[in-house]
């Protein structure tokens, strides 16, 4: 037992006080409806480890976790406008350049439609 619990489980008899370092339930998570664009990011990181882990779909190392823009619960940063999901599922690892041209293109198909 690390100190932290050790010292809960002789104060409370059980470590269940202890609330997570992270996610639901954690004293620092950000619920959806006024989550930024970098609370998501951040919350990407953890769940998938950092993009440089990862390939990119043009098999370069990536650099970046782009949204798919496919979530249906997508909402809008409050701080910077701009769409992201709020399901780490819709995140890929992607190149600088692929993120680009990814969200370029999807700006391009949302003005044409």
Not at 5 to 18: G, K, P, Q
Not at 23 to 48: F, I, N, Q
Not at 80 to 107: E, I, N
Request: charged residues 30%; glycine residues 6%; hydrophobic residues 30%.
């Amino acid at each position: 037992m690390c100190n932290a619990h050790h010292l809960r489980w002789s104060r409370h008899s059980d470590t269940s006080a202890c609330k997570p370092r992270s996610g639901p339930g954690s004293p620092r998570w950000v619920p959806d409806e006024r989550l930024t664009y970098d609370a998501m990011h951040d919350r990407v990181k953890r769940a998938k480890g950092a993009p440089s882990e990862h390939r990119c779909r043009c098999g370069a190392v990536a650099e970046d976790w782009a949204y798919d823009h496919v979530d249906p619960t997508e909402i809008v940063c409050p701080v910077r406008g701009l769409p992201m999901g709020t399901d780490v599922d819709h995140y890929r690892a992607m190149c600088r350049s692929c993120h680009k041209a990814f969200d370029w293109q999807h700006r391009r198909a949302e003005a044409t439609s």
